[in-house]
């Protein structure tokens, strides 16, 4: 047996609880244990009052916190989603009189997983500059070591083909009775 004496000692605590009375502990302990116990609950009474302020703007803070949570998973969500579905632009070319523009877009992450099999799986849209209109937009097409432009603009061809994959058929002219461009081939 312990040589220390155990006494039955009740205590009363400051704090109320939920139905606002004050409970008592009746325990078995150590009376010097006890003591230190109820110095060190003393000076949390005392840091008690400054805590009960800290509690309630905390109450009141967490009424935002969820909402504020929530908003910004949704954030996160949409973020996420809108990278998933969104082409990425490439670049821009010209064409020779700055009548046409054809755009390189990569496709998106998801169509990347529709496209496995393709290495740089892109697609192209062709524009006319003035008035800004768009002429066409090809199909997904692995751009691969297959990406050369070339301009087809006189007639009677009048097309624009971007590797062997894509051709924009049909092309109105760039211009009428113009002379040819040096440097520009007929389409063989």
């Known amino acids: 047996m312990p040589s220390k004496r155990m006494e039955e000692v009740s205590w009363k605590i400051q704090?109320?609880?939920?139905?606002?009375?004050?409970?008592?502990?009746?325990?078995?302990?150590?009376k010097a244990l006890l003591n230190r116990w109820a110095i060190s609950w003393a000076s949390a009474d005392v840091d008690g009052e400054k805590e009960g302020e800290d509690m309630s703007r905390l109450d009141s803070k967490?009424?935002?916190?969820r909402p504020a949570l929530w908003l910004c998973l949704a954030a996160l969500v949409a973020c996420c989603v809108w990278y998933l579905t969104t082409p990425v632009f490439k670049g821009s070319y010209i064409s020779p009189?700055?009548?046409?523009?054809?755009?390189?877009?990569?496709?998106?992450?998801?169509q990347r997983l529709i496209h496995y099999d393709m290495k740089i799986p892109s697609?192209?849209?062709?524009?006319r500059i003035e008035p800004e209109t768009l002429m066409g937009e090809s199909d997904v097409a692995d751009l691969w070591i297959n990406g050369q432009l070339y301009w087809w603009l006189n007639p009677p061809v009048n097309a624009v083909q971007i590797g062997r994959d894509i051709v924009f058929e049909n092309i109105p002219p760039e211009c009428v009775d113009c002379s040819r461009i040096p440097g520009v081939v007929a389409r063989p």
């Open 15 to 30: 704090q109320p609880d939920d139905d606002g009375l004050h409970l008592v502990i009746v325990c078995r302990a150590n």
């Open 62 to 65: 967490k009424k935002y916190l």
């Open 97 to 110: 009189r700055h009548v046409y523009r054809v755009e390189y877009y990569d496709v998106s992450p998801i």
């Open 123 to 127: 697609f192209v849209r062709l524009y």
